[in-house]
C-alpha cells in the first residue's frame, strides 16, 4: 500500500518539481538527459519511452504510438514543444531512431499475433508445403510416406496429422519450427537427436511449439524489449522474433538435460523453471540472446 501511494505521489507531484529543478540545474529537459546520459540501445530507448509516457504532454505521450511514416513529424514536434534548436543534430538523430525502435516494437507483437490468429488449413498449398518443407530439413535421408503417417512422431508430434498440434499457436509455430531448421540446421537436427535420448527424450516439435507460446507470452508482455532494442537500431522485424525463438529451442535443450528431469512427466515444471531464467536475463539492460551460427 505505501509502495502504491509512493508511486501516485511521484507520478503526480514530485516527478514534475523533480524535472523542473534539474532541467534549472542542467539548462536540459528529460529527454536530453536521457539522450545524453544513456549509451544506445535499451537503456537509452526504455529511458525515452518511460518519459514519453509519462509527459503531460500530448504530444509527448502519442509519439510512442506513432506509425514509422509519421517519426520524422513527430521528432520535429517534440523538439518544438521542448523547445530544443534545430541544429541540434544527435538529439534528432538519436530520438529518431529510438522512436522507430519503440513502434516497431508494438508492430512486430501485431506482426506475431496476427500470424498466431492463422490456423494450420491442410487445405491451403502453402501451408502444406511449409509442413513437408520441416520434415524434408529434419529428416533427408528418411523419405515421408504419406502426409497422414505415424512418421511424424519421429520429429516430435503427437498423431498422424501434425495439424492438430499447431491448434494452440496457430502458424506461427509452424513458421517458428520451420525457420530455425532452414537457418540452423545442424543445430535443429542436433537437437533433434537428443530429443530422442531413450532415458531424458522429448518430443521435439511439441516443446517446440511450446517455446513458440513462450516467445510469444515475452513479446507481448514487453519483456523482448532490451532483448531487441539492444539488437536492432530501428524497426524490428519478425525475423528478430524468430531468432529469439530459435536461441530459446537451442538453449532449452541444454538446459533440459543439464537438469536431467526424472521423466517427461515434470515436463511443465522445468519449463516454466527455464521460463524463470529467461525472464531474469531479460531484465539486464544489456542483454541480447541470440543463436550464432
Not at 532490451?226 to 531468432?243: A, I, R, T
Request: a neutral charge; charged letters at 25%; proline letters at 2%.
Amino acid at each position: 500500500m505505501l509502495a502504491c501511494l509512493w508511486g501516485f505521489l511521484y507520478s503526480s507531484y514530485f516527478r514534475f518539481w523533480l524535472k523542473w529543478i534539474l532541467r534549472l540545474l542542467t539548462g536540459k529537459c528529460e529527454l536530453q538527459r536521457v539522450l545524453d546520459g544513456s549509451k544506445a540501445g535499451a537503456q537509452r530507448a526504455l529511458g525515452i519511452e518511460h518519459s514519453l509516457k509519462s509527459s503531460k504532454n500530448k504530444v509527448l505521450r502519442n509519439a510512442v504510438h506513432v506509425d514509422e511514416a509519421d517519426v520524422d513529424k513527430y521528432v520535429r514536434d517534440i523538439m518544438k514543444a521542448k523547445k530544443i534548436q534545430e541544429e541540434d543534430t544527435g538529439f534528432k538523430t538519436n530520438l529518431h531512431i529510438s522512436l522507430l525502435q519503440i513502434s516497431g516494437y508494438t508492430k512486430l507483437y501485431l506482426n506475431v499475433e496476427s500470424l498466431r490468429k492463422v490456423p494450420y488449413d491442410s487445405d491451403d498449398k502453402e501451408h502444406e508445403e511449409q509442413l513437408i518443407e520441416l520434415w524434408t530439413l529434419l529428416m533427408p535421408q528418411e523419405k515421408l510416406k504419406a502426409r497422414i503417417s505415424k512418421q511424424w512422431c519421429d520429429i516430435g508430434f503427437q498423431g498422424d496429422d501434425p495439424k492438430t498440434d499447431f491448434r494452440g499457436m496457430g502458424l506461427l509455430g509452424l513458421v517458428n519450427l520451420v525457420y530455425f531448421s532452414k537457418h540452423y540446421t545442424n543445430e535443429a537436427r542436433e537437437v533433434l537427436s537428443h530429443s530422442n535420448h531413450p532415458k531424458l527424450g522429448y518430443s521435439y516439435a511439441i516443446v517446440g511449439i511450446n517455446l513458440t507460446e513462450m516467445a510469444y507470452s515475452l513479446l507481448k508482455s514487453g519483456a523482448l524489449k532490451s532483448h531487441l532494442y539492444n539488437m536492432v537500431s530501428g524497426l524490428p522485424q519478425m525475423e528478430h522474433f524468430h531468432q529469439f525463438y530459435c536461441y530459446l529451442v537451442y538453449e532449452f535443450d541444454k538446459f533440459w538435460f543439464e537438469e536431467e528431469p526424472e521423466s517427461i512427466m515434470h515436463f511443465n515444471h522445468y519449463r516454466e523453471k527455464f521460463h524463470e531464467k529467461i525472464k531474469g536475463l531479460l531484465l539486464d539492460y544489456n542483454v541480447v540472446l541470440t543463436l550464432q551460427n
